[in-house]
């Protein structure tokens, strides 16, 4: 299951600013964000997003929730959807949006480098595929 690791681990309601909707354009593909819901004792959020790739739209539904004190962004397992190259980009995007409202450096990630290098995501030891 494609996932990042966060240092560090903080109720969302400090991060839901960033998970507003958003669109991002990613070669042919089309990621967006469109809605949030943050669950009732506030230890988990699933973020709702379409991913749209050679006119076909995936409705993957990620999850982040506390991993062993860290913040963990993965796919929902209830939602059954592809793992395509966009929506593992797509989880990255999450990631990196809750870098910008206090989330910590990004310390393991099963998803290939090329796929989120760029988005400036800060790292911590041992970040990249495999950790």
Do not use: C, F
């Amino acid at each position: 299951m494609p996932h990042l690791v966060l240092d560090g681990w903080e109720r969302p309601t400090r991060w839901t600013g960033g998970l507003g909707p958003s669109v991002h354009r990613w070669g042919r593909a089309v990621l967006k964000t469109s809605g949030w819901w943050r669950r009732h004792d506030d230890e988990a959020l699933l973020v709702e997003g379409v991913v749209v790739e050679y006119a076909r739209p995936l409705h993957p539904v990620a999850l982040v929730a506390a991993h062993h004190g860290q913040t963990i962004v993965r796919l929902w397992p209830a939602v059954t959807v592809e793992r395509t190259r966009a929506v593992q980009r797509w989880l990255a995007v999450i990631a990196r949006a809750l870098q910008d409202h206090g989330a910590g450096e990004l310390v393991a990630t099963n998803i290939p480098r090329e796929l989120w290098e760029d988005l400036g995501l800060r790292e911590g030891g041992g970040a990249g595929p495999g950790s």
